[in-house]
């Protein structure tokens, strides 16, 4: 298990922009692909993004061209910069260990993003 912690949300304008972090401890992190998920209000946890060891990336269609992940093992961290953030960004994120776009670890609290109109 890789205890996460996820950080950066709060409120922001449609249009603007935020940078989520999610920490991470254990050794197994520099390995790990790393994912970001949100969950909207009465709807079902979604997937992001996600980032492989080496960097490589892959995006949900709804966020591709705005959102940027990007991780440093030496810190154990994988940040995500959104931008030209929408109101159907809001919601709570969480970063997870995946296999595929599947989650493979415990959730941790999230961070809230709200967008306002």
């Known amino acids: 298990q890789v205890p996460l912690v996820e950080s950066g949300g709060g409120l922001v304008q449609a249009g603007g922009s935020l940078r989520l972090s999610c920490a991470a401890s254990g050794r197994s992190f520099s390995t790990a692909t790393m994912g970001w998920f949100r969950q909207a209000p009465g709807k079902e946890r979604e997937f992001v993004a996600r980032i492989n060891w080496s960097g490589g990336t892959n995006y949900a269609d709804s966020v591709k061209g705005r959102f940027t992940l990007s991780r440093d093992n030496a810190k154990n961290t994988v940040d995500l910069q959104m931008n030209s953030l929408k109101p159907e960004d809001t919601a709570v994120y969480y970063c997870?260990?995946?296999?595929?776009?599947?989650?493979?670890?415990?959730w941790g609290q999230g961070t809230q993003v709200t967008v306002s109109s």
């Open positions: 997870n260990r995946v296999g595929g776009t599947t989650p493979l670890g415990s």
